[in-house]
Structures are given as C-alpha cells and as structure tokens.
C-alpha cells in the first residue's frame, strides 16, 4: 500500500478556504487518489478522488501534483459543519479496494 | 438519498458472548465491508464480501468473525466469542462496483465488550 504522509491537524476560521496536504510519493501509476472525512461520531465520508486532473465537486477541490506525488484538498470556505479529520487514501488496485485509513488530518474550524 | 444503515446502535455483551452486527447496505450496491475503529484508533478493514463469499480479509479478521448474506438485503458480522479487546466501533460499508468508486459508510455500531 501506498504511504501518506499528512499533518495531524490544522485550524481555520468560518469561511476561510482551507488547503489539507497529503504526501503519497510512492504512489503507483494508476493508483486514484481518494479523500474521505470523519465528522465526529460518525462513520468515514467520501469527499472526492482523483487520478492526474484537478477536480472538483460539490463539496471540494482536489488538487493534484503533476507529478502525482502530493496532493491539496481544498475546501473553498469552510464551515463549522467541517470540522472532522481528513483522511487521503491512494486506492490499491485490484481485489476489493478496501481502504486503507492512515491517522489523518483533524481539521478544527474556528467560529 | 439511499444510506447505508446498521443496527444496534450501541450493543453491550460480557465477555465470551457471541454477537451479530446488522448491516442494510444500498440496495444496488455488490460489494460490501466491514471496519472497524477501536477508541482514538484507526479505522481498520476487517473484511470485503461480493458475489457471497469473503474477497479479502485482514488479519483482524481470524476464526472468530464471520460474515453472511443471509437474505439479499442485509450483511451481517458475527463475533463467536467476545474478547475485551473486540470493544470497538464496527462501520459496515457498500459500494456500487469494484475499485475508483466511492464507499458509503454507516453510521455504525458501539461494541463494549464487558
């Protein structure tokens, strides 16, 4: 599996965009890049993926490195309703997926 | 939305009992899971399950854990005989079709094992 590397947690305030890192620098090929979040009580919640492009959804951008070997999950303005720790998981081919969950970023939203 | 539900929310037994976790996956979805996050932990894969029978399996996952789709529509785990150490939360998930597709968690089940 793929090693990440991400901080243990980061604060913002209300409305501030927010960028989470994630290093995974021994990522393969075609491995997709997946972030997923855990609000507090709660079970593990799919935020977005990707491959090489940026992409963007209704609840998050993902930015990916060129050279595929890091990647940004952005949320544009954050509310108190996303504070959670923040998982990047790069996908293992194959089999069944299951995910492999690192310790995350905890993100703690400022009012 | 469809959601993926579990039940009991929270269940309690003494040590040696034997459990059974409840799952109702989303209806369309072919591949199904189990974690499980013991208190401040990760969150940690226990088992995948498609076509009826177990795809892959962690170690976690030894002689006591089973899995069974007994009806089409729910997934069950089964602990056979608890252990203080299996007091966890247990999070069911599903998912639509194999690999670059989302898991959609359940809320999950609180195990205290006594």
């Known amino acids: 599996d793929a090693k990440t590397t991400q901080p243990n947690s980061m604060e913002s305030n209300e409305e501030e965009p927010v960028h989470l890192p994630c290093n995974h620098s021994?990522?393969?090929?075609?491995?997709?890049i997946h972030w997923y979040r855990q609000l507090p009580s709660q079970g593990p919640e799919y935020v977005i993926h990707?491959?090489?492009s940026n992409v963007n959804n209704r609840m998050a951008s993902l930015a990916i490195a060129e050279d595929r070997k890091s990647s940004t999950l952005i949320l544009h303005r954050a509310t108190l309703r996303d504070a959670a720790v923040y998982y990047c998981?790069?996908?293992?081919?194959?089999?069944?997926?299951?995910?492999?969950f690192g310790k995350g970023t905890k993100l703690t939203v400022n009012p | 939305e469809p959601e993926v539900t579990q039940t009991p929310s929270h269940q309690v037994t003494q040590m040696g009992q034997e459990v059974i976790l409840r799952c109702v996956p989303i209806?369309?979805?072919?591949?199904f899971y189990w974690y499980r996050q013991i208190l401040g932990q990760k969150v940690e894969f226990l088992v995948s399950?498609?076509?009826?029978?177990?795809?892959?399996k962690s170690e976690i996952f030894d002689d006591q854990f089973s899995v069974e789709r007994p009806d089409g529509s729910n997934f069950t785990l089964k602990i056979r005989s608890t252990k203080l150490e299996d007091s966890a939360m247990y999070f069911c998930?599903?998912?639509?079709?194999?690999?670059?597709?989302?898991?959609?968690f359940g809320p999950g089940t609180r195990l205290t094992v006594l």
């Open positions: 209806s369309n979805h072919l591949y």
């Open positions: 399950f498609y076509n009826n029978e177990i795809s892959e």
């Open positions: 998930a599903s998912t639509q079709r194999e690999g670059r597709n989302e898991q959609f």
């Open positions: 998981i790069p996908e293992k081919l194959g089999g069944s997926e299951k995910l492999v």
């Open positions: 990707g491959l090489t």
């Open positions: 021994t990522i393969s090929g075609t491995d997709y």
